[in-house]
């Protein structure tokens, strides 16, 4: 969506830049399966948002705290 509307960002709107299937994780995932969700991913991940199982968020994964051992 940002990329479409580089020359006019006026122009977008926040359904065309929102992700609808965001990769996530449930709380009770460990490090090493995230790990391998992560590595799964075709993309960069910096963020991957923490759910229930009913899909209610519960937090945010950083990785900079992740490597730092803050979680």
């Known amino acids: 969506g940002l990329l479409r509307h580089l020359s006019d960002?006026?122009?977008l709107n926040a359904e065309e830049?929102?992700?609808?299937?965001?990769?996530k994780i449930e709380?009770?995932?460990?490090?090493y399966e995230l790990l391998q969700v992560v590595k799964k991913c075709s993309f960069?991940?910096?963020y991957l948002p923490v759910v229930e199982k009913?899909?209610?968020?519960?937090?945010?994964?950083?990785f900079v705290?992740?490597?730092?051992?803050?979680?």
Do not use: Q
């Open 44 to 46: 960069p991940v910096s």
């Open 9 to 11: 960002m006026n122009a």
């Open 17 to 23: 830049i929102i992700n609808k299937n965001p990769i």
């Open 27 to 31: 709380g009770d995932t460990t490090v």
């Open 54 to 62: 009913s899909g209610k968020t519960l937090g945010i994964v950083n």
């Open 65 to 71: 705290n992740l490597i730092k051992g803050e979680l």
